[in-house]
């Protein structure tokens, strides 16, 4: 089950996973929030992450890019345990791109500077060169005209795909989505999963936890299920829609499509 | 009733002299206000019990207390533990001790205003602590705390004439003083007022030009406060005690 799932046609890139999670441990005071949690992801895989609220796929993620501590288990990021790196988060971190519900951009500064933050300030680089960066990236987004625009100036959709741009300009190996569409109207929807796909077809490697059934079905190789901090399904994405799921998710997949 | 009186004191050493240390005074305190307000918002930031403790004691002493009183307690009561300090020294000490306490509530406010998501964000992008403080919470801070500041400085130039009562050669002691040698109270006021105005409408045009400076879109904000309600001090944080 937790071994990588590689689709007939796609290259077999590496023998190893690009990231390997090992029995982690989460609590916040007396609760334990994750469950020795394992799961591997394959260099260019996508994996859509469901389950209902509170189950511990927010921490999950903060758990892999070292925003939280792991209490126990490791975690492995290209064959390096990453887990007890604190003093080099920030490393690790350029390497992961993560985007938000509330798509956070920084409101002091325009798409483009959002954007080229990070390269400037983290990697050392020339304005010049990030500002090449960011306008190719809003071009990637389908943005182009408003690397001017201030995020109060840009409808949901929008600033969300300046964040996932602001993301990638790290050229980061592993894209972490958290509920990436959860706070965007319907309309707008469309439009940023539209962006992530793209991605995950060009090969990023994602973890989007998502309830967007679409485009699961659209881009996940896989997807598992969490409930109570643990992982109770993991399911390639034909089996998923083939209908082969056990019992509880199930009963969750018909909560949300209901 | 004498213009050219008037005109004579504004240009006179004396005058000017005086102008200038009410300028130092407020100038001072302030940094030094600015200073102890920040390091009393990280302590209380930082949630530790002593750092709890000692700032909540500060707080409540230069809070609770008159700010005259804490000129002249530090100026009188010290030397009789053996701290001597000069009349300025004193003064300065004192009012930046009071600007602190009230500083710290402004930057604290300022720093608690910029949302957690924010520095996750930064932190996110394999930023470090330190530039995420720099590059994403200090700038949208500096926004917000600004006016406040703002109203502060002009606060601080007017408590500054307090000081008078140790005796040190500010604005409004020289006024007084040549007031009651010449028995030419209008003339000598009248020439302080003045300063004290062109002073704040300095002020008030640095805080302007400073606020635009910060705003990335280099446009006018609506919230922008008129320049009456500035000069009347009828703005958030009031800078009275
Ligand atoms: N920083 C924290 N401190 C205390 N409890 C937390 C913290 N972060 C998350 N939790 C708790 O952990 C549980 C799982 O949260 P989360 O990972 O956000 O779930 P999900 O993203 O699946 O909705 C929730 O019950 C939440 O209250
Ligand atoms: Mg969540």
């Not at chain 1, 209490?71 to 920030?90: C, M, Q, S, Y």
């Not at chain 2, 710290?104 to 995420?132: D, W």
């Not at chain 2, 300095?202 to 919230?223: I, N, W, Y």
Request: net charge neutral; glycine share 6%; with cysteine.
């Amino acid at each position: 089950m937790a071994t990588t799932d590689i689709r007939p046609g796609e290259a077999a890139t590496t023998a190893k996973p690009q990231l390997e999670i090992m029995a982690i441990d989460k609590s916040f005071g007396s609760n334990r929030i994750l469950k020795a949690c394992s799961l591997n992801v394959a260099a260019q895989e996508t994996l859509v992450v469901i389950g209902p609220s509170g189950s511990g796929k927010s921490t999950l993620l903060r758990c892999v890019n070292l925003l939280e501590p792991v209490d126990a288990g490791n975690i492995f990021f290209e064959g390096r345990d990453i887990t007890r790196e604190a003093d080099k988060a920030h490393l690790v971190r350029r390497e992961i791109g993560m985007v938000f519900q509330n798509f956070e951009l920084f409101p002091h500064l325009s798409a483009a500077e959002n954007i080229m933050l990070a390269p400037v300030r983290a990697l050392g680089m020339s304005r010049a060169d990030a500002h090449d960066i960011a306008t190719a990236l809003l071009a990637k987004v389908h943005i182009p005209e408003k690397a001017d625009a201030f995020p109060d100036e840009l409808s949901g959709g929008q600033q969300q795909r300046v964040a996932i741009a602001r993301a990638l300009a790290m050229k980061p190996k592993l894209m972490l989505y958290d509920e990436p569409t959860s706070a965007l109207d319907p309309e707008m929807i469309r439009e940023v999963l539209d962006v992530m796909a793209e991605l995950s077809a060009e090969g990023m490697t994602s973890i989007v936890v998502t309830h967007e059934m679409g485009f699961a079905r659209r881009a996940a190789d896989r997807i598992i299920f969490m409930e109570a901090g643990e992982i109770i399904e993991t399911a390639t994405s034909d089996a998923f829609f083939g209908g082969s799921v056990n019992e509880r998710t199930r009963r969750f997949l018909d909560q949300i499509l209901h | 009733m004498s213009l050219a009186l008037v005109f004579d004191y504004l240009v006179s050493p004396t005058f000017l002299r005086g102008a200038m240390m009410t300028l130092l005074l407020t100038v001072c305190s302030l940094a030094f206000g600015v200073l102890i307000g920040l390091v009393v918002a990280l302590l209380q930031e930082s949630r530790t019990r002593t750092g709890q403790a000692v700032t909540l004691v500060y707080l409540w002493l230069f809070r609770g207390t008159p700010v005259l009183f804490q000129i002249i307690f530090i100026y009188n009561v010290l030397p009789s533990f053996g701290i001597r300090l000069s009349a300025f020294v004193s003064a300065v000490l004192a009012l930046s001790l009071n600007e602190g306490a009230y500083m710290a509530e402004i930057l604290r406010s300022g720093l608690q205003a910029v949302k957690k998501g924010q520095r996750v964000a930064g932190l996110a992008l394999g930023l470090t602590s330190f530039q995420v403080m720099r590059h994403v919470v200090v700038p949208q801070a500096a926004r917000i705390v600004l006016p406040p500041i703002g109203n502060q400085m002009i606060g601080m130039l007017k408590l500054s004439a307090l000081v008078s009562v140790i005796a040190v050669e500010e604005l409004l002691l020289v006024a007084n003083q040549t007031a009651s040698a010449t028995f030419r109270y209008f003339e000598a006021l009248t020439a302080a007022g003045i300063y004290y105005l062109a002073m704040t409408t300095v002020f008030m045009a640095l805080q302007m030009l400073l606020e635009r400076s910060l705003d990335p879109k280099k446009r006018q904000r609506a919230r922008n406060v008129p320049l009456a309600e500035r000069l009347l001090g009828i703005t958030r944080a009031p800078a009275i005690r």
